[in-house]
């Protein structure tokens, strides 16, 4: 398959089968983002993955309502790291990496039951 072939095959999921991810599976996804390419290959970014649904269903409201979300049996949230960011690229990595940030905390932090750091 080609690229544009891969683009036009593209789609949203917005209905969930209830089995858990295969932690496999999960593992893949994980390895092919830190070897994705991004700015300064400093992939400047923390993965964090929660199968608790109350974390799930404040990620639904922080999206402005997209329930769809909560009913997934694991999300993976990406969040800038502008720090890292910062230093290939100084202050202007910083404020970008705050740019692409969400504001405001999602739950208690002890909730996330996995946390996934790029090397």
Known sequence: MDWFELVASRHSVRVFQKTPVDREKLQRILE????????????????YI???????????RAAWG???IASAP????FCSDPDRSATRYRDRGRKTGNALALAG???DRDT???RISPA
């Open 66 to 68: 997209q329930d769809f």
């Open 50 to 60: 929660t199968e608790a649904v109350s974390v799930r269903r404040a990620l639904a």
């Open 74 to 77: 694991l999300v993976l949230v």
């Open 32 to 47: 092919a983002c830190n070897q994705a390419p991004s700015a300064g290959n400093l992939q400047a970014f923390e993965v």
């Open 112 to 114: 996330r039951p996995g």
């Open 105 to 107: 905390p999602l739950s």
